[in-house]
Structures are given as structure tokens and as C-alpha cells.
């Protein structure tokens, strides 16, 4: 098996399946000193792939703005979204912002070396209660996690998640 990386370059592009790079991705962890040499082209490829089907899960992240065009591989680029230099200005629609790329890259990590990032969930235990109008099933133990419980060191990009507000991102 052979895992084919297309990167978006903010251009936007039909079919990519990450935001960052096999050699990127090595940087980061470098400058980190996290080790990934136990892990081959795949296993790498593998886990930027699955950390980029993670963010690009919008159900799960309501990123601020718009996609560029509906028919792009990933969540990023967008338009409509905000940075806070002073004046409010937009980010250009071709950028995607590091702390996004960042956030792919930690998730990568975690999938190689700590555990799969999207598993089937385990709500952890009985139901506690169930509803029938309007369906609502409520369990034991642990409820729904979200992506910002399950990883929040990857989340200095939550500041470019979708507030409801209209806010500024910082």
C-alpha cells in the first residue's frame, strides 16, 4: 500500500487530503523533539491524512468563513475570515493559517505514537437516561466528546472555529 499526499496550497485544490507535508510535518516534530523514526512513508502519510480528515470534519469544527470553492479537498482555504492586525483586515483567501497546520501536525502525532484519533466511541458505560420525542440518549460515565475535549493541546486554532459572533480571530 501506498499512501499519495496531495497538500493544499491554498490554490484551492480538488482531491488534496492534507494541509501539510510529509517534510513539514518532520520539521515540526524536529523543532519538537518528537521522534517519528520508528515510522515509515506510509505510517507517516497514513496519520497526516487521518489528522487532516479529523479537522476537516465540519460537523465537528465550525470553522469561521466560507470554503474558496465547494468542490475543494479540505476545510482551508476559506474566505469571510478575519484577523485581528488592527484594523479587522481579511486573511487572504489563498492562506492557511500555521496554527491550523500546527493543530494537523499534532494530531498526526498523537495518531502515530499515542492512539487512532477517530475511533468508534465508547460512551463509556450504561444509559443513564433515554427520550423518545425528539430522540436523546444520555450514558454513564463519559458523554460525547468533542474534538476540542479529545486533543486540546492542538487547539491554539480553536480561535479560528466559528463563534456565532462575528468576532474577530486573534
Wanted: net charge negative; proline share 4%.
Amino acid at each position: 500500500m501506498s499512501v499519495t499526499l496531495t497538500v493544499e496550497d491554498g490554490t484551492p485544490l480538488t482531491g488534496s487530503n492534507t494541509l501539510v507535508s510529509a517534510a513539514d510535518f518532520q520539521t515540526y516534530c524536529d523543532n519538537r523533539n518528537l521522534d517519528i523514526s520508528a515510522f515509515d512513508d506510509d505510517s507517516v502519510g497514513a496519520a497526516l491524512v487521518k489528522a487532516g480528515d479529523y479537522l476537516n470534519n465540519e460537523e465537528r469544527f465550525w470553522w469561521r468563513g466560507q470554503r474558496v470553492a465547494d468542490e475543494q479537498g479540505m476545510a482551508w482555504p476559506r474566505s469571510g475570515v478575519l484577523v485581528q492586525l488592527g484594523t479587522g483586515a481579511p486573511l487572504a483567501t489563498n492562506v492557511i493559517p500555521q496554527k491550523v497546520k500546527d493543530a494537523q501536525c499534532y494530531i498526526a502525532f498523537k495518531q502515530l505514537t499515542v492512539s487512532d484519533v477517530q475511533p468508534d466511541l465508547d460512551r463509556g458505560g450504561d444509559i443513564r437516561s433515554v427520550s423518545a420525542g425528539g430522540v436523546s440518549v444520555s450514558y454513564a460515565g463519559r458523554d460525547a466528546l468533542s474534538g476540542r475535549d479529545r486533543h486540546p493541546e492542538a487547539l491554539p486554532a480553536a480561535r479560528l472555529l466559528h463563534d456565532h459572533s462575528g468576532a474577530v480571530l486573534g
